[in-house]
């Protein structure tokens, strides 16, 4: 009779396992985005952003940002709309995703 548990089961211990990946990969973001990573840790973070659309979506936000504040390192701070988008850049790379 518990056969037909096992099917499920195995999908539940997938589910998580691939969680559990998703979050180590996840704390990886911020350095992918600054070309920080090398070897196995960028060939598997280029890997789950292919297939994941959470942390494709938050890798696109975090690099429009950066080249943002590249583009206009002069420029007096916008006070606090600046602060406002360097701790959200900040809680990008730093917080685990949402779902």
Do not use: F
Not at 31 to 56: F, K, P, T
């Amino acid at each position: 009779m518990r056969k037909p548990y096992l099917p499920r089961l195995r999908e539940i211990w997938d589910e998580c396992r691939e969680r559990a990946r998703h979050l180590r990969l996840h704390g990886d973001l911020g350095a992918y985005a600054d070309g920080e990573l090398s070897g196995n840790r960028r060939v598997r973070m280029a890997a789950h952003l292919a297939c994941c659309w959470i942390c494709s979506g938050r890798l696109e936000t975090l690099q429009l940002i950066k080249a943002s504040i590249r583009r206009s390192p002069h420029r007096a701070p916008v006070s606090l709309a600046e602060v406002r988008i360097r701790q959200y850049a900040d809680r990008l790379t730093h917080s685990p995703p949402s779902s």
